[in-house]
């Protein structure tokens, strides 16, 4: 059984808590840095299971605000990806295929980078059930700021996903029922921004703020910031693909010799998703284009 507690933390609006979830003796990602919500979640832990494990999906702080607190409390060991970098000693050091004990089914370790370094997902036994940590959100949108926010490898993450989850439990929002569909609505997300990227460096933007201000102009409340490091994932993306270059901070377009060389294996799969939970979105789609010389 899955279990979530919604805590008040210093996330990113519209989001305004990160769900700590407990299965079985295992709580993960106890973010909030505040002593009333602490306070809070050992209160509702004091029930059911004793408290073995803490595993944290990413180093983000409003991921691991409150797993100093609740490992004195508990005693628990502190769990994370070994590639992490939490702010605090880790008992445990996970790696991709660990299983880390409930008392019941263990959580499978799924290594999916691209949003952090070190992100996890954990698989709940042989289910589909997985509590994805910020590779899907319930509420608003992924953030991907490089260089830790790699596209490319977001996207590989994402697909990855696809294959194990029916359900998804994200950090941050409600449960996403229908796992697939809600993989497939990002990817398609994810390339009609990148589409728009490509349209501002064609219009004439030429650095990650300007292009930012010509994608998100009209969307009310922008943290320009945020929204210059989120074009400059899709211009990495759009490089990558042979589809942008930069110079001395300046960037600019470039037209692909073969814009329709072939999808990969990958990008086909996904695809193949795209066209079963968002149709209208697939025929733009390339994802990850087998390498060509630029
Ligand atoms: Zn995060």
Known sequence: ??????????????????????????????????????????????????????????????????????????????????????????????????????????????????????????????????????????????VLAPPEGHLRTFLRSLERLATVANRAFPAHGPTLEDAPAAIAAVVAHRHARSQQVEAALSAGATTPREVAAVVYAGVAGVDMKLAAAQALAHLQWLSEEGRAREEDGRWRRVVARAPDAGLSQAGEFLAALLREHAPGAAPNLRVIPGGRED
């Not at 210093?10 to 909030?32: E, F, K, M, Q, W």
């Not at 809070?40 to 409003?62: K, M, N, W, Y």
């Not at 589909?128 to 940590?133: A, F, L, Q, R």
Request: with cysteine; net charge negative.
């Open 1 to 142: 059984m899955i279990e979530v507690l919604p805590l008040r933390t210093p996330t990113l609006p519209p989001a305004t808590h990160t769900n700590a979830y407990r299965v079985g003796g295992v709580v993960i990602d106890p973010g909030s840095p505040w002593a009333d919500e602490q306070a809070r979640l050992a209160e509702a832990l004091r029930s059911g299971p004793t408290v073995t494990h803490i595993v944290v999906t990413h180093h983000h702080h409003d991921h691991t605000g409150g797993v100093v607190d609740l490992a004195r409390r508990t005693g628990a060991k502190v769990c994370a990806h070994e590639d992490a970098r939490v702010p605090f000693p880790i008992d445990v050091r996970l790696r991709e295929g660990d299983l880390v004990p409930t008392g019941g089914p263990p959580l499978r370790c799924l290594h999916t980078p691209g949003h952090a370094d070190g992100h996890l997902a954990l698989q709940v036994g042989d289910t589909g059930d997985v509590i994805v940590g910020d590779l899907l959100a319930g509420i608003g949108t992924i």
